[in-house]
């Protein structure tokens, strides 16, 4: 019996080096970075705002969403995650509402201008309220999507692709405005943290066949100029991560 293996049939990801896709950065190496250490609250877990700063909050939610696969380690465990400001509301209430979510924060500047808070993982019962309000659909959709899943062990080296679409790929176009408009997509790809943050989605809740034939992926493809997919060594659950990574038009 002829055996067939899944990755020989996957059509959107075709091997490249590794050092192709990293070289793509967003990286200013002539800027001046300043860090500030800032005062965490003692936070009420039955103040109402706590939900509430959450829902509204699309960089917090992201924050959180990057910090539950850490949250089952020990307090000396030092990950930390970058948390952009938002357009829509001054800084000064952002890091008061960051303050109410997060320990241990420090906030860093760009030349001389607020760019991100750096935040630890939150005590046990934030992570408790983050994951009622993504069973209630109260999330955005794409945090819950890729953030929350369940990692996936399906790699068993570190590998790079190119994620091209075939000529007889489905059509994306119903999703292609929705990502293009979503939040959670604008803060990734657009968010002023860029300048001195990654800019990947984690994916290791998906196998690389899922990846492969996600059609938010595919849409996602469409909308950028060129989208990379990556697995790198040091993951929590699994041994490997997955990230997806993109250059803008």
Not at 141 to 167: A, H, M, N, Q
Not at 195 to 214: A, K, M, Q, Y
Request: charged share 25%; glycine share 4%.
């Amino acid at each position: 019996m002829i055996r067939y293996f899944a990755h020989f049939t996957r059509k959107m990801l075709k091997p490249i080096p590794l050092n192709k896709i990293h070289n793509q950065s967003d990286y200013n190496n002539d800027i001046s970075i300043d860090f500030n250490s800032i005062k965490s609250f003692d936070i009420d877990f039955l103040d109402n705002s706590i939900e509430s700063i959450i829902i509204n909050n699309i960089n917090i939610q992201i924050g959180l969403g990057m910090l539950f696969p850490f949250k089952d380690l020990s307090k000396d465990n030092n990950f930390r995650e970058n948390i952009g400001f938002l357009d829509n509301k001054p800084i000064d209430q952002q890091i008061k509402e960051i303050q109410k979510i997060f320990s241990n924060l420090l906030l860093i500047k760009v030349d001389g201008k607020p760019c991100i808070v750096q935040v630890s993982k939150p005590a046990d019962e934030i992570f408790h309220i983050f994951k009622k309000l993504s069973n209630e659909g109260k999330l955005n959709k794409w945090v819950s999507y890729f953030l929350l899943r369940k990692p996936k062990d399906d790699v068993t080296e570190v590998s790079g692709y190119e994620y091209i679409l075939d000529s007889q790929s489905i059509d994306v176009s119903p999703y292609y405005y929705k990502l293009n408009e979503d939040e959670f997509f604008k803060y990734f790809r657009f968010n002023n943290r860029n300048i001195i943050s990654n800019r990947c989605i984690p994916v290791s809740g998906f196998t690389l066949d899922e990846i492969d034939s996600d059609p938010c992926i595919k849409a996602f493809s469409k909308i950028v100029k060129k989208l990379y997919v990556y697995t790198s060594e040091g993951g929590i659950s699994t041994k490997y991560d997955k990230f997806i990574k993109w250059v803008e038009k």
